[in-house]
């Protein structure tokens, strides 16, 4: 196993009374076992691509000699996308070890950020890589039309298709048009991808390929998440299956509505944030939902540990914990002794980072909060592919219990079309 | 004014029945107007340091000449602190313009990223700032007892006092023992000031000097609102009062126990943080608190923006919105109107990124959910320092009306002690 999954002290066994009783976790294990059949057939007849385009690799085949080319000839690649577009690819480009272009993920509109990125490319070493599934993203429509004309300015029109290509949707999109328009590579977002579940997609491999990461092995440590939840004869047998139970039943049970998603290594920061999209915005609808919240151990134990530890009991506790025990750097002995400092003498910084996460799921079940442990052995590729299908699994089978389309995002289109008004200068 | 505090879009006559009626805010007020004089009562007899340290600047004298030294004579400054000592001067640090040393600030443990740092940083042209207000913080002590023997192995121990300093309680302390040792300056954290509420006292200040910020015009913005809270006549014009009030007021009428912080600027996404930190630290305890969100307008768009329209009606929103329109690069009048992107055509980044903020502000209200606007003439240092201390005042009142103590954090205790067990290897 690449992970351990942990929920032990989630229940009242453990914990005591906000813990979930074995009866009411009998009962939502009895619920979910419809949910991973649904779940199976979807897969079994090639309904959900997102999960099942692990299993194979075909669809690299236009990515790869692409992210060749610009591994070899540039120094800066900017990924332009929002949210879906944006989040998985990051999360995957905090394994990079600085072996090819750096990538820049410009996922906001802020002026100034793009102005400082802008200055400090030379547009002859850099690419652009334009994401959005409908190819009509506000925010990915308007940096493309600030960069590219700059670029061809800079480069001339006949050298940019060497330095842009678009991801989107087959058909007439906006980011289609402009591809034909100057000539880029287009590759297609599969249209049966939704944004948050699209990073075993062409949207994060190319990123990836492009920062030198082994994407094999991140389908392949996905595949055998889905291929066990898939084989899974009991549904106490299928680990997603037992995460949804878990958290949709301390919600119905407790009416435990938050959930904090804490991970111990600076590389799962981005990972936190794509976690977070993946539930918000599968799950919250309909007036129901469970809230995400993502937290970065240790630092984070100094901001937010006393609001999980005595504030209001509405919060379950996921935490992420790659064994870092005896990494990184050591500490002076001598001068921790001299000073007092004795616990951290001859220890390495990953024995602190290890212990302070224990504590800390110790400490909080102690305190009687729900607490799941997710154990890693080592973070690569194949088991970052693994953390991410148990979670797009988890979050599936979440909605299906809580009785909400997971795939959606209806309430969003409002906003979109107000925002398009405010910019004409006439908002109704 | 520097900014505009807007809440009439939490009240029910505008959003109708998640919103605040009339009577409960009446009754909010009435409750806040002994909190308002109680706290003014603190300020005048000079009981609350961390707000009044920004009517001088006799505590900058020590500083001062270091940061110059410093500036003059190094590329790059670590500083090591967390939590408390480290989120107020990164959130200060993102107004630089990049004249003077890169600051690093090494919040966390993770062991590659320090090792990632270490590898680039050239002692003789770098400085360490270390930062804990007990001296006893394991994080910083860990971070110290690593890179200080190597600085001192690296430069010789006679040039270190020129390359590292101590800013840490009187007394004595870890980090105090380590300063003498070395014969480092040591600058004396206010004992009277706890960590989340130190922005403007040295812990501040130091970093935002090294940066070449105008530490003076920070805390003239925050004395503009200090005066203005402690001038108030009545409750009502108090700001910092009307805002406690409508987020306790929200809780105890409806159960809203989450305030969503959404700020559009990427350089207040650490200012995100810095609140997060205050107002989960100091309300959530006894039970109680207001859990906060933090989030980063246009990109949260499209990752919870469906969860906060549509999913349980348990939050209220902070959105903080710099104007704007105007700012930054144009987008390609020619290029958007070939492809059907009229609405863009022509405008600039910020034009689309204050149209977005405005809308979404508009469509929460209008799915009826409660919504501060924060209007924002200019992102200086002055506007900051109105910003910061507009809520440190509003935390202080809201854990007034919450029947808690702002300033303790006693549940975390439990934890560093279980660290220390588990780092000996022998967990109780």
Chains 1, 2 share one sequence.
Not at 223 to 239: H, I, N, S, T
Not at 400 to 406: F, K, R, S
């Amino acid at each position: 196993m690449r992970f351990t999954h942990l929920t032990d002290t989630c229940l009242a066994t453990a914990i005591g009374d906000l813990g979930l009783s074995d009866d009411a976790f009998a009962r939502m294990l009895m619920a979910a076992a419809p949910a991973h059949d649904r779940l199976c057939q979807l897969c079994e007849s090639d309904r959900l691509p997102a999960l099942t385009v692990v299993r194979g690799d075909a669809d690299l085949d236009a990515a790869r000699p692409l992210a060749e080319d610009w591994r070899a000839r540039l120094d800066d690649v900017v990924v332009l996308g929002t949210g879906g577009s944006s989040l998985g690819a990051k999360t995957l480009y905090a394994l990079a070890d600085g072996d090819g272009p750096r990538l820049h993920f410009l996922d906001n509109v802020d002026p100034e950020t793009l102005t400082v990125l802008q200055a400090r490319l030379d547009p002859r070493r850099s690419g652009l890589l334009l994401i959005s599934k409908s190819g009509n993203t506000a925010e990915t429509l308007a940096q493309t039309l600030v960069l590219l004309p700059a670029f061809a300015q800079a480069l001339g029109r006949e050298r940019l298709p060497r330095h842009a290509a678009v991801i989107t949707e087959p058909g007439k999109r906006p980011l289609g048009e402009i591809a034909a328009r100057y000539g880029l590579p287009r590759l297609d977002h599969h249209p049966g991808i939704g944004g948050r579940f699209s990073v075993f997609s062409l949207v994060g491999a190319l990123p990836a390929l492009l920062a030198g990461l082994d994407v094999a092995a991140l389908r392949c440590g996905a595949a055998e998440v889905l291929d066990a939840a898939q084989g899974a004869e009991r549904v106490e047998a299928c680990e997603p299956a037992v995460g949804a139970a878990v958290a949709v039943g301390l919600l119905q049970a407790h009416g435990i509505g938050q959930s904090v998603f804490l991970t111990y290594r600076d590389a799962l920061a981005d990972f936190g944030l794509w976690f977070r999209q993946l539930w918000a915005e599968s799950l919250g609808k309909d007036g129901t939902g469970l809230t995400p919240l993502r937290a970065l151990g240790t630092a984070d134990h100094h901001s937010q540990l006393q609001l999980y530890l005595a504030g209001p009991r509405d919060k379950m506790f996921t935490l992420v914990m790659p064994g870092t025990a005896g990494q990184g750097p050591r500490m002076d002995a001598e001068l921790a002794g001299a000073v007092g400092a004795e616990a951290l003498a001859g220890r390495t910084l990953g024995d602190l980072l290890d212990a302070s996460a224990r504590a800390t799921a110790e400490t909080l079940a102690r305190a009687g909060r729900p607490v799941r442990r997710i154990e890693v052995a080592a973070l690569d590729e194949a088991t970052l592919g693994a953390l991410m299908m148990h979670f797009m699994l988890e979050t599936i089978l979440a909605a299906d219990l809580l009785g909400v389309n997971a795939f959606d995002q209806p309430a969003v289109e409002e906003g979109k079309v107000l925002t398009r008004e405010y910019l004409k200068g006439a908002p109704s």
